[in-house]
């Protein structure tokens, strides 16, 4: 009997060092299904309206090089202006806001279609979807210090974030969209193809269809490389974590991917879950090498390419990124014990990013209710099931994206 256990407490083993690993943030899949009572038709404005979250449209001057503010500071802030009634500390239904008006007058762009829709009232036009320069401050640390991961900033020294965000201090790391002015010729509205990697796009034959867009999102092991004609060639915007982006060159280099798409137009996109992020961030935008954490000593230029500069770096903001896990994309996982690993999937943020920077949006490669007929990437040797894991929530995103195209605010590529 001992004999026969010895393998099967091995075989135990071994699978419990692999779970662990897949939910440290291997690569991006999720379980679960929704929280119906954040997705309220009467939304908290950033939270309550009697005490609101500090704006970071205000400049506050430079960000204080000094000590962070101490933990009671941080502590004092849970159960205040970023929970409700009723709400965990975690959640945070409470976002700063910022003023900036719209790059066009598009007549019937996603955000005139927004009122007449069934999100009108989860979405908020003036959430700050990337942060830079102005928002390390004192005050924003604090809002932000009880939330974990990409939801805000806690686990991050005060000097960490405010060294890389001192980095993305120019105005093309406050918009999405820098250049549209270049680019905009006689056009009114703004249209952009949003292109995740799944396996509905093989033999679609949509390539120039993406690549006449004005703006092409992409994200992590996004390979261009004998698959044009499926998915095009050109890449604005390349949205990753630095996790991610180190994940897809171990698990996708067999397949081809050497690292993130690397041309003139292109912009690179953080999705901060770590300090790591805030360290590589830093260290691309000053032509350094990384100075700390897991990448210490990596230079930057071999992910970004040698003629990377801080005006092709943006990062996403964790007030956006919570704010789409709460608004948007609230899994049953958030009242399970992993509810502090749970965020919505890179291509996720990407793709709400785009439903909220541009005026019309095409999304391709994305889940559909058809998914099992397909592999898991465009441009896997043979077929591969989706895989689903804990930190993200691949079913709840899928009904997101149906529920988004038949509201007309995204045209979702679907094979019959």
């Known amino acids: 009997m001992s004999g026969r256990r010895r393998p099967a407490l091995a075989a135990l083993g071994v699978a419990s060092v692999l779970c662990v690993y897949f939910l440290s943030g291997h690569l991006e899949y999720p379980l679960g299904?929704?929280?119906?009572?954040?997705?309220?038709?009467?939304?908290?404005?950033?939270?309550?309206?009697?005490?609101?979250?500090?704006?970071?449209?205000?400049?506050?001057?430079?960000?204080?090089?000094?000590?962070?503010?101490?933990?009671?500071?941080?502590?004092?802030?849970?159960?205040?202006?970023?929970?409700?009634?009723?709400?965990?500390?975690?959640?945070?239904?409470?976002?700063?806001?910022?003023?900036?008006?719209?790059?066009?007058?598009?007549?019937?762009?996603?955000?005139?279609?927004?009122?007449?829709?069934?999100?009108?009232?989860?979405?908020?036009?003036?959430?700050p979807v990337l942060q830079w320069s102005k928002h390390a401050t004192a005050d924003e640390y604090r809002r932000l210090g009880p939330y974990a991961g990409a939801n805000g900033w806690g686990g991050l020294t005060f000097q960490t974030l405010a060294d890389a965000l001192a980095a993305l201090n120019g105005s093309a790391n406050a918009a999405v969209l820098d250049d549209w002015e270049g680019r905009a010729g006689s056009s009114r509205c703004i249209r952009c193809a949003v292109v995740g990697n799944g396996g509905i796009l093989r033999d679609s034959k949509k390539g120039e269809e993406i690549d006449r867009h004005h703006y092409v999102f992409r994200t992590n092991g996004a390979i261009l490389a004998g698959f044009e004609e499926d998915v095009g060639v050109r890449t604005t915007h390349y949205s990753f974590s630095t996790n991610t982006l180190i994940n897809s060159m171990r698990s996708y280099a067999s397949a081809g991917y050497r690292g993130p798409p690397r041309s003139q137009e292109t912009r690179y996109v953080f999705l901060p879950d770590h300090d790591r992020d805030y360290l590589m961030v830093k260290a691309a935008a000053r032509r350094t090498l990384v100075e700390g954490g897991r990448e210490r000593g990596k230079d930057p230029t071999a992910y970004f390419g040698k003629d990377v500069t801080a005006a092709k770096l943006k990062m996403y903001h964790p007030d956006f990124v919570r704010y789409l896990r709460n608004r948007f994309l609230p899994s049953q996982t958030l009242k399970t014990k992993h509810k502090n690993i749970y965020r919505p999937s890179t291509g996720a943020v990407m793709l709400l990013a785009a439903l909220h920077a541009c005026d019309r949006v095409s999304a391709y490669g994305f889940m559909t209710p058809q998914y099992k007929k397909y592999s898991d990437h465009y441009y896997d040797d043979k077929y591969r099931p989706v895989g689903f894991f804990v930190n993200h929530d691949l079913m709840l995103e899928m009904k997101l994206w149906q529920r988004l195209h038949r509201a007309g605010l995204i045209a979702l590529y679907m094979r019959s």
């Open 33 to 127: 299904l929704s929280w119906s009572h954040l997705a309220r038709s009467e939304p908290r404005l950033h939270g309550n309206r009697t005490s609101p979250a500090p704006s970071a449209a205000t400049p506050r001057g430079p960000a204080p090089a000094g000590t962070p503010p101490a933990p009671a500071d941080v502590a004092a802030t849970r159960g205040g202006v970023g929970a409700g009634p009723g709400e965990a500390p975690f959640v945070g239904d409470a976002y700063a806001g910022e003023d900036v008006p719209p790059q066009t007058d598009c007549p019937d762009g996603i955000r005139n279609r927004i009122p007449e829709s069934e999100f009108a009232g989860l979405f908020l036009k003036d959430v």
